[in-house]
């Protein structure tokens, strides 16, 4: 297998997986409890749902638009073109 071929390489992917799943923690900090036409609920404007989720979720997606513009090491490009 050429690796040469590959954009990201094993790193890339590791940290495509920890930024998303931020994101998926910035969801679930979101949902709770929802208002009825008869029953108001209060949390839905906990500082919770209304700021500390929004937060980790955009934190969580500039994590992975990092990941994907960095760069893979050229180290084992450059030992191939050696041989």
Do not use: H
Request: hydrophobic share 50%.
């Amino acid at each position: 297998m050429d690796k040469r071929k590959f954009a990201f390489d094993k790193t890339n992917f590791i940290l495509l997986a920890i930024g998303m799943l931020v994101v998926i923690v910035g969801f679930i900090l979101m949902t709770g409890p929802s208002s009825t036409p008869t029953n108001f609920e209060p949390d839905i404007f906990s500082v919770r749902r209304i700021k500390v989720a929004p937060v980790v979720c955009l934190l969580g997606f500039v994590f992975m638009i990092y990941a994907v513009l960095r760069k893979p090491k050229s180290s084992d490009v450059q030992q191939d073109d050696v041989e």
